[in-house]
């Protein structure tokens, strides 16, 4: 098929699952036994965290090896010193993350460009820097008080809010550590070219889960204005955005609309064509839909209807160049957990054709 210079083809984008643990640390074997299944599947990209030791770069070159490559979530290195913070008595996956006001560029700087080294002397080449995972809710971000309100932060709370000041300083700290690692990464010698994204940020509109978790947050447009006022662009090729849309009448136009409105309450907008001076790419770096049972044999047929659904949607979204990877959350659940994740795209042995369909090229 000839391609017309100019219009992005929808099969540009990146299209990957994640791994919901460090799998750096499981067995040997069954590292490999995970990847074969994904390498069986037709995986390329995989979206998850490496340890800065020989047990990450070993776990890297498993992976290169079966054909895959790495979006790195790279960590966020805190000053030394810093505690690990520990979310109150009611509030457990919260808080499972450093505060970003705790951030050491310098620090990060030695360990990031190090590990780097190691990779690279290895022949690894990678798909994306991706450094932090929702930094802009309690969950994954100790700047946010806990217990909260359940409050969705926006801009004016960034610049007058105590708790919103305190976040917008995290955030100045986490732009520090981005023009580090863009240093580090333009001078690599193989990885010059890899994109930088940005943490890939929750959607909180058309919720209540903030309320029920008692967990304030920043909107994605606010944390990504926020950032972009204080040079984001100049520091990154895409923004990270995640994308849980309610899953309610599978196969209707009334819920296909519903689906939609959801993206819209949460950062599509933001996401613009390469060279626009009103944004950048996005990457979906989570996205997932409900509709599985929880037993074996998987039923998945709703599932199936809503990915094929979104995979059309962001097809539409990648063939005007506003998004550039997709990676499906998850592969597998907690590997040795006693009932599956039905979120997973491997499930009962083998992979769903909820899976398949999300885990296809575009």
């Known amino acids: 098929m000839l391609r017309v210079q100019g219009f992005p083809q929808a099969h540009d984008i990146v299209v990957g699952v994640g791994f919901v643990f460090a799998p750096y640390n499981l067995p040997p074997a069954e590292q490999e036994t995970i990847l074969g299944q994904m390498q069986h599947a037709g995986v390329r990209v995989v979206r998850c965290s490496l340890s800065y030791d020989d047990r990450g770069v070993e776990f890297a070159q498993r992976v290169s090896a079966h054909g895959i490559k790495i979006t790195w979530m790279v960590g966020l290195t805190p000053a030394p010193g810093t505690p690990w913070p520990h979310a109150p008595e009611g509030f457990k996956g919260l808080w499972e ?20 080294a190691k990779l690279e002397a290895k022949g690894i080449v990678l798909e994306a ?21 359940g409050r969705v932060l926006g801009m004016e709370d960034l610049a007058n809010d105590p708790e919103g000041k305190r976040v917008a300083k995290g955030l100045l700290q986490y732009l520090k550590l981005l023009s580090a690692l863009k240093a580090i990464r333009d001078r690599a010698k193989l990885n010059q ?65 519903k689906r939609r409105a959801h993206l819209e309450e949460n950062g ?6 390469p060279g626009s001076s009103k944004g950048k790419p996005c990457w979906i770096t989570e996205w997932g839909v409900g509709g599985a049972n929880r037993t074996c044999p998987v039923v998945d047929n709703d599932k199936a209807k ?57």
């Open 129 to 149: 820097f991706e450094p932090g995972n929702e930094i802009n809710w309690a969950g994954f971000n100790a700047d946010f008080s806990l217990p909260g309100e």
């Open 268 to 273: 599509i907008g933001e996401c613009q064509p």
């Open 193 to 257: 070219r890899t994109p930088i994204i940005t943490a890939g940020l929750a959607d909180l509109g058309g919720s209540d889960w903030t309320h029920k978790r008692k967990a304030d947050a920043v909107d994605i447009s606010a944390t990504l204005d926020f950032m972009r006022a204080n040079g984001l662009d100049k520091l990154v090729d895409g923004y990270g955005i995640h994308s849980y849309p309610p899953s309610g009448d599978p196969g209707t136009s009334a819920g296909a609309a």
């Open 97 to 116: 993350g450093y505060p970003l006001s705790s951030i050491d560029p310098e620090h990060f700087r030695a360990n990031f460009e190090s590990m780097l």
């Open 306 to 362: 809503l990915v094929r659904e979104m995979r059309e949607y962001y097809g539409q979204l990648a063939r005007q160049g506003r998004l550039k990877g997709l990676i499906f959350y998850v592969w597998h659940g907690d590997w040795h957990a006693e009932q599956e994740n039905p979120a997973s795209a491997f499930r009962c042995g083998s992979l769903t054709e909820s899976g398949r369909l999300a885990l296809a090229p575009m």
